[in-house]
């Protein structure tokens, strides 16, 4: 009787599935609690450096998402980072599950990052595109940093040119040995035709790299699709290539050459162009790859490093089998100004699905204007990012950023009192957001006036606490997420305090 009893009861508590969308990571406030739902809808988190976006939203949103069983990649900017996460996954108790990703003397993984590209499952087809699209993303980060984007003219001519060149290198190689390496394609680059008059030239033949190439994968059996591409890649080579202006082959060469070079030395030759025995897919099973080539020590190299990563990272999990696999992964990157490329945004449109959180931590909106481009191609890049990142908290900030948040958050009606306000100390916070007060009620001189106004003025955003002993060691955020009535304030934001650990 007790047993069928009991039989009975526990089909009743059938475990709940543990990735379900309405899991609960955290609660922002105790009526207000953050799902896995709201989770993989993307997190923007804003504030001057200082404000408490590490110690404050970020650790409380790290700790959830360690918590409840998330792979993830973990982006650095900062040497620091690295013992940060060590710290968050020993609280976890997922130590075990980090992979740092260093260079030798620090780590041994490997990623060679065009193996796995061309080994993934299914069709050879999509193979050269996704590799031109990889360099492409690196290269968008190259422009970048040199100040070059957009000072050539015709910008669409020279990225063309430059996927052409790319995409012409990737398949002569597959097509004569099989086989794509970072040091083959350069070698490839360096070694093609300059001129109709040197195609002919017995000696250039001889010496061309470039030259065997062709020669080979014209000799090789090749199935109907591939002879297609032979054709039009012996017409690049031959034909288009050695006929284009010396200044304009010599930029595009340039600009292809100085990438793959970074690459193909030192540090990233070892990490990236040899074997592999780590790939994007671990943070399906649980793994939080951490790489540790913070940008603050490696620069250029470091950068390079993580965008490659990330850019894998994206591909690999757009492509994953979320139904098969729930495990739901995280992307993080503090600093995320450093490696946003314009492929952020179609990510983001897709990472629901994919049950991806994206994290991205950052000072500004305009390190993001910035980094997309600048003028107006950036700006409007960036607001379709953050558009997609739907949750948003907002630090302590200066800048541009205050006036953005509280357009964001929008105007309501609302009810002036001229004159003056009295409140108490403890109540600070909401008094300045114009939410109820509680305790004793602070009182007002004269008159009311009624105007459509920010409802959260941007000079609160300056106002919020920064953690440290001088506040007590609490951080305040102001959490706002698009569609969302917070129970806590009645609002579409929510004023949270966060607690530092010290
Ligand atoms: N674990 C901690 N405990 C107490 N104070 C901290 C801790 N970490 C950082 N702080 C202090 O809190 C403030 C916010 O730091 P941080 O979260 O690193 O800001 P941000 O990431 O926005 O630059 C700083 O004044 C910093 O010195
Ligand atoms: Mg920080």
């Not at 799902?35 to 790290?62: F, H, Q, W």
């Amino acid at each position: 009787m007790l047993t069928s009893l009991w039989r009975r009861m526990s089909k009743r508590r059938a475990p709940i599935a543990k990735w379900e969308l309405s899991t609960p990571l955290l609660r922002w406030t105790r009526d207000d609690a953050w799902m896995l739902r709201d989770a993989v809808e993307g997190t923007l988190i804003l504030g001057a450096t200082g404000s408490g976006k590490t110690s404050g939203s970020g650790a409380a949103i790290a700790r959830s998402y360690l918590a409840a069983g998330f792979g993830g990649l973990v982006l650095t900017a900062k040497a620091d980072e690295r013992a940060l996460w060590e710290r968050y996954c020993q609280e976890a108790g997922r130590l075990d599950d980090l992979l740092v990703f260093a260079p030798s003397e620090r780590a041994d993984l490997r990623f060679n990052f065009l193996d796995f590209e061309l080994n993934r499952t299914g069709d050879g087809a999509g193979h050269t595109e996704s590799i031109v699209n990889l360099f492409a993303n690196v290269l968008e980060v190259v422009e970048r940093n040199s100040g070059t984007e957009g000072g050539r003219g015709d910008e669409s001519f020279w990225r063309r040119t430059n996927r052409q060149l790319m995409r012409n290198l990737v398949d002569l190689l597959a097509l004569a040995t099989g086989r794509v390496s970072v040091p083959d394609l350069v070698r490839l680059c360096l070694s093609a035709p300059t001129s109709s008059a040197q195609i002919n030239d017995k000696g250039w033949q001889e010496r061309s790299f470039c030259f065997h190439c062709l020669k080979e994968a014209d000799r090789r059996e090749k199935s109907e699709r591939q002879k297609h591409d032979f054709g039009i890649v012996a017409d690049f080579f031959l034909l288009e290539w050695p006929n284009l202006s010396d200044k304009t082959r010599s930029v595009v060469m340039a600009t292809f050459t100085s990438m793959a070079d970074v690459l193909n030395r030192g540090v990233l030759r070892e990490l990236f162009c040899k074997d592999t025995n780590v790939t994007p897919k671990a943070v399906e099973e649980g793994k939080i790859i951490l790489i540790d080539l913070p940008v603050k020590e490696y620069a250029e190299v470091g950068q390079f490093a993580q965008v490659l990563w990330k850019y894998s990272f994206m591909r690999s999990i757009e492509r994953r089998d979320a139904a098969a696999n729930p495990r739901p992964v995280f992307l993080w990157a503090d600093e995320a100004q450093l490696f946003t490329t314009s492929y952020d945004f179609q990510f983001q449109s897709t990472c629901r699905s994919a049950r991806c959180a994206t994290v991205y931590l950052s000072q500004s909106t305009t390190n993001f204007y910035a980094a997309l481009g600048g003028g107006d191609k950036g700006q409007n890049e960036a607001h379709s990012l953050f558009q997609c990142l739907n949750t948003k908290v907002f630090h302590a900030c200066t800048d541009k950023t205050p006036e953005w948040s509280a357009s964001l958050i929008g105007r309501s009606k609302q009810l002036f009192a001229n004159g003056n306000n009295t409140y108490s100390p403890e109540d600070n916070m909401n008094a300045m957001l114009g939410l109820p007060v509680f305790g004793p009620v602070g009182h007002t001189s004269a008159g009311f006036s009624e105007s459509y106004e920010y409802e959260v003025q941007p000079a609160a955003f300056t106002r919020l606490r920064t953690g440290g002993p001088a506040h007590g060691w609490e951080v305040d955020g102001i959490v706002f997420q698009n569609g969302r009535v917070f129970r806590g304030s009645g609002r579409t934001w929510l004023p949270v305090t966060f607690r530092q650990r010290h």
